[in-house]
Nanobody, 121 residues
Framework: QVQLVESGGGLVQAGGSLRLSCAAS????????MGWYRQGPGKQREVVAR???????NYPDSVKGRFTISRDSAKNTVYLHIDSLKPEDTAVYYC???????????????WGQGTQVTVSS
């Protein structure tokens, strides 16, 4: 079983910065990709950053330039650094990972429990 645990959320003022962390634990052979999603009040969950197994990153235009995803493979941890926070960034942020549990296995998708980010104006 794989667990993803997010941390780093909280209440911040607009214009501030925040770094979210997602630590993965369990019997993990390797990751295919990891990412961050968010779900704001009354909104659908949306992707905000993805990082591939090779380290390539991808962002939607709505957050490009303010969000940065990075990974520490030795710690099985992925980070999301957010600059210039806006009230519309208020959401629950979820970590997602596509995990290979053993050699030759298909990828399995896992979600964290989410961490709340609230941006005050």
């Amino acid at each position: 079983q794989v667990q993803l645990v997010e941390s780093g959320g909280g209440l911040v003022q607009a214009g501030g910065s925040l770094r979210l962390s997602c630590a993965a634990s369990g019997n993990i052979f390797r990751f295919n990709a990891m990412g961050w999603y968010r779900q704001g009040p009354g909104k659908q969950r949306e992707v905000v950053a993805r990082i591939s197994s090779g380290g390539s990153t991808n962002y939607p235009d709505s957050v490009k330039g303010r969000f940065t995803i990075s990974r520490d493979s030795a710690k099985n941890t992925v980070y999301l650094h957010i600059d210039s926070l806006k009230p519309e960034d208020t959401a629950v942020y979820y970590c997602n990972a596509d995990v290979i549990l053993y050699y030759g296995a298909p990828g399995r998708n896992y979600w964290g429990q989410g961490t709340q980010v609230t941006v005050s104006s």
